[in-house]
């Protein structure tokens, strides 16, 4: 069965210290991963999109890394803004539909000025 | 770009009405659509995923009757909860996806509904 976990279940972090939240995935055989920021009582805001195992990708101070069991994404020097639920998904390359996520739990971050 | 609308945003009514909600994608045509219900401070549970002219595909657990999609166009897709009870009170979200990369292409979400029901 497909899963995926993040870590930390949430995160609090002076504005301007740099961290990494972490999402552990278990697919049988990876499509894509994707990440997500979501504000409170909004949808959740497409970030990045990971496609094979050494690819990065970076948006502002975001950057999202993948390996074959996780991926990561890097904040440098965040700011209260950054303040959000990460999510993480996974889409395996076999299932039913081939149309799927599989969403982690998020993290809740949250950046204190 | 990929920009998707979901109304209402907000929906307070009493029990046993029937509520609909409509999600388009605004700049882009969407093969498929998604219906996801949200629980405080959980992940999205997704709950049915529809293509366009076909049936949709429900997950299991979730009642056909009781939420009715509709995907009758390339950018509309609708959910109607039908005699909506308390417990169906939740934050439903939409998402659609479309455009050239097909199934590669990441889901794009719109802001969700509250659904309250009394």
């Known amino acids: 069965e497909d899963q995926v976990t993040q870590s930390p279940e949430a995160l609090r972090l002076q504005e301007g210290e740099s961290s990494s939240l972490n999402c552990s995935y278990t697919v049988s055989g990876l499509r894509g991963l994707f990440w997500y920021r979501q504000d409170p009582g909004k949808g959740p805001e497409f970030l990045f999109t990971?496609?094979?195992a050494g690819e990065e990708k970076e948006k502002e101070r975001l950057k999202a890394t993948l390996t074959k069991k996780e991926s990561f994404l890097h904040i440098t020097a965040p700011k209260p803004e950054d303040s959000a639920t990460y999510l993480c998904a996974v889409q395996a390359s076999v299932d039913n539909y081939g149309q799927n996520f599989v969403f982690g739990p998020g993290t809740r971050l949250s950046v204190l000025p | 770009g990929a920009v998707v609308s979901q109304h209402p945003s907000r929906v307070i009514c009493k029990s046993g009405t029937s509520v609909k909600i409509e999600c388009r994608s605004l700049d882009f045509q969407a093969t498929t659509m998604f219906w996801y219900r949200q629980f405080p401070k959980q992940s999205l549970m997704l709950m049915a995923t529809s293509n366009e002219g076909s049936k949709a595909t429900y997950e299991q657990g979730v009642e056909k009757d009781k939420f009715l999609i509709n995907h009758a166009s390339l950018t509309l897709s609708t959910l109607t909860v039908t005699s909506a009870h308390p417990e169906d009170s939740s934050f439903y979200i939409c998402?659609?996806?479309?455009?050239?990369?097909?199934?590669?292409?990441?889901?794009?979400f719109g802001d969700g509904t509250r659904l309250s029901i009394l």
């Open positions: 998402s659609a996806r479309g455009g050239l990369g097909g199934d590669y292409q990441p889901q794009h």
């Open positions: 990971l496609y094979s």
